[in-house]
């Protein structure tokens, strides 16, 4: 074992925390728009719209992630007759960076598999300039060996070349590397069909239904150190 890949959203940033993100997005985009609405509701339709695009995209060619957010916004303001702002996608990048939040034991999980000699890397659906600042605000972009996002790779996962050009950077074999994520279809089933192992966090035991599709599944992010551990032995 060489290399550990991680997804962003999901894996390390808590979902919680992207829900609060995305809650003060529309909040702040509601008041430079001088809209009277309720900010709940209008995040609730917002997230359908949103998740209803992203599914349609799953292993496709990529699109920059700032056109999906913002043509979902703009079902939404249709709607609910307001516009959107033309400066929508700083909105997003500044409530990113001051509202997301890491899982607790994040850090200390990169910094353990990086002791160990290990290329540590994230493979994430997402534009350059959102992850560069998201890791940034977090403190975290260090301590990454190289960051490949589908607007470099040009498709969505679980389409392989996101992970074969993460692979690619770390000069790793497939069978040399770890990727642990979130979402069993995208993370688990595109990881494994390059013929990478695949780790599938799942704190609450929501996706066992999907567990079958992953390699490894774990509640926490350390133990994805004690599996690379095992590995390697």
Do not use: Q
Not at 141 to 147: H, K, P
Not at 212 to 218: L, P, Q
């Amino acid at each position: 074992m060489k290399a550990v890949f991680f997804d962003f959203v999901g894996t390390l940033i808590t979902k919680e925390g992207e829900n609060v993100t995305h809650l003060n997005i529309i909040r702040e985009v509601l008041r430079r728009v001088g809209a009277e609405l309720d900010a709940k509701e209008v995040w609730d339709v917002y997230e359908e719209e949103s998740s209803k695009l992203f599914s349609e995209l799953a292993g496709k060619e990529a699109k920059k992630i700032r056109e999906v957010d913002t043509e979902a916004l703009r079902r939404v303001a249709e709607r609910y007759g307001f516009t959107v702002p033309e400066e929508f996608w700083e909105i997003s990048l500044e409530m990113h960076a001051r509202y997301g939040r890491l899982f607790p034991d994040a850090v200390k999980t990169i910094k353990a598999l990086k002791e160990l000699g290990l290329h540590v890397g994230i493979i994430t659906d997402s534009d350059n300039d959102y992850i560069m600042a998201h890791l940034k605000a977090l403190g975290i972009y260090e301590l990454f060996d190289s960051i490949t996002t589908s607007e470099e790779a040009g498709y969505f996962k679980p389409h392989p070349r996101p992970f074969l050009l993460a692979l690619e950077k770390a000069g790793v074999k497939p069978e040399e590397a770890l990727y642990v994520g979130d979402n069993p279809a995208k993370d688990c089933v595109g990881a494994k069909n390059v013929g990478m192992l695949s780790v599938l966090l799942d704190p609450k035991g929501e996706k066992r239904k999907l567990w079958a599709n992953c390699d490894f599944v774990v509640s926490k992010l350390s133990d994805v150190v004690e599996i690379v551990k095992g590995l390697i032995e």
